[in-house]
């Protein structure tokens, strides 16, 4: 992405937190050593009292940065630590007035504390210029999601709210607008006429990974499918925007999300749940879901889902769009499949079955092109020829790309307020369904691929 001024300040709120460790500073170890963003310093903010020294100790572990290079080091070395409560009125005034110039602040804070600092944020006069760079989730549901922008409207002008996707940092997902629309070849056959079915599928053999204060509360709908999966539809399916700008893609994409709903008319046959007994995942051994440290067992969290929407526009009319997200799943399957429809005059007397679509991983990034050929051996057989990309793994992460745009005040990889309203809209009849007990809460064996009458587990 192109770089444009360089910020001065980056404050990470919850510096001394899970998300910051495994996420954030990684991704800024890396930008640093691909972009050599020499302007940049670094404040951390958290709860705990840690010592300059020990601050810096912290982010050398968790950039994984060449610490002889000297970026790195003068990073390092100008990097400070601050104990205060995200959530204060005065620890935060004193944090604006001790930071002259822009500032950049990252919330890695739990939904429930960010959401209370950017209520007081916004009873204070933050500093025009300040970029404030939120994690999902974006509300827990269409009203509070409502309520969060509607807080987020009352902060000065002049101060940027950008709502952090990293799924739109990820190089394969980007590459959609690429494959769309630099290709006629694609650009032509995108549509209902010639795709049968989209399958947005993010099936992971992790499971909670220590993360069941949020996840229990969250589960896979709203952790995987409302935020991110969506994001990635909007791109498979929105109309072709003016430009590749922030503004220009955001506006195709937060269009065709208000045009996204569940399939047919009941969410409770367009929408499945799941959640994981014990099981094994290679050597990794899970206990049964409600026996996991910090579950409460009577929360129905589910840790597998399968939503089928449509898109009401001409171009997609009566095409599936399935969305899967699962944890424990045996086997990791990170991809977005585009199935063409089968030829119209396909001539009598081939035999062999084959596929025919596109698909597109996300993890590992790669573009595979399925085209049916005839079989070298048997010339009337038809078989699959996979017409692959070589790797196509970003040269950065994707939380270094989504940093990289923070910093640059580009705010392409980012969720516009419009589009996260209408993520939860699209999500409402499901969670309805879910609440009226309308949708069975099944079960799985980690390990597995998921309960076996699902058709999706039976997709390769
Ligand atoms: O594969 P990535 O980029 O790590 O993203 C997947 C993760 O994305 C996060 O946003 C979810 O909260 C996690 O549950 C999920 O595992």
């Known amino acids: 992405m192109g770089r444009m001024a360089t910020r001065r300040t980056f404050v990470i709120l919850g510096a001394d937190g899970d998300l910051a460790a495994r996420l954030l500073l990684p991704g800024l170890g890396q930008l640093l050593m691909h972009d050599r963003r020499s302007r940049l310093t670094l ?58 110039g822009p500032v950049a602040i990252y919330f890695a804070l739990p939904p429930s504390v960010a959401h209370a600092a950017c209520e007081t944020l916004a009873g204070m006069d933050v500093p025009p210029g300040t970029v404030l760079a939120l994690e999902k989730p974006f509300g827990t549901d269409l009203e509070s999601a409502r309520e969060f922008n509607a807080l987020l409207a009352r902060l000065p002008d002049g101060v940027r709210v950008v709502r952090v996707d990293h799924f739109l940092g990820k190089t394969t997902v980007l590459a959609l607008t690429g494959l769309r629309f630099a290709n006629h070849m694609f650009e032509s056959v995108w549509h209902r006429d010639h795709i049968e079915r989209v399958e947005v599928v993010f099936d992971e053999s992790l499971a ?31 109309e072709p925007p003016e430009s ?103 001539p009598r007397g081939f035999s062999g079955e084959v596929r025919r679509g596109l698909r597109i991983g996300m993890k590992p990034e790669r ?42 005040g580009d705010e392409l990889l980012s969720v516009s307020g419009p589009m996260a309203e209408a993520c939860w809209r699209i999500v409402t009849p499901i969670l309805e369904a879910w609440a009226e007990d309308r949708v069975p809460l099944e079960e799985y064996p980690a390990g597995s691929r998921g309960p076996s009458s699902w058709p999706t587990t039976q997709h390769d």
Not at 66 to 74: F, I, N, R, W
């Open 244 to 346: 590749v700008g922030s503004e220009d893609m955001h506006r195709a994409m937060a269009e065709v999300l208000e045009r996204t709903r569940v399939w047919g008319s009941d969410a409770s046959e367009a929408s499945r749940r799941a959640r994981y007994t014990a099981g094994s995942v290679g050597s990794r051994v899970f206990p049964d879901y409600a026996a996991e440290d910090g579950v409460d067992p009577a929360r129905e969290t589910e840790t597998l889902t399968e939503v089928t929407l449509q898109v009401n526009a001409d171009r997609w009319h009566g095409v599936p769009f399935v969305l899967r997200s699962g944890k424990a799943i045996g086997r990791d399957r990170e991809e977005i499949s585009i199935t063409l429809r089968e030829p119209s005059a396909l």
């Open 43 to 100: 404040m951390g903010v958290g709860r705990s009292a840690l010592s300059d020294d020990e601050w810096r100790r912290r982010l050398r572990a968790a950039m994984r940065a060449d610490e002889e290079d000297p970026l790195v080091a003068s990073l390092e070395a100008s990097a400070h630590y601050r104990q205060a409560d995200a959530t204060s009125r005065d620890d935060l005034q004193a944090l604006f007035d001790d930071l002259p």
């Open 208 to 238: 909670l990974e220590g993360r069941a204060g949020y996840y229990d509360r969250a589960g896979a709908l709203r952790d995987m499918i409302q935020s991110h999966l969506l994001q990635v539809l909007a791109l498979i399916a929105m």
């Open 367 to 408: 573009i595979v092109l399925d085209v049916a050929v005839n079989r070298a051996d048997d010339l009337l057989a038809l078989r699959t020829v996979e017409l692959a990309s070589r790797s196509t793994e970003g040269r950065l992460g994707a939380y270094a790309e989504v940093l990289g745009g923070i910093l640059d």
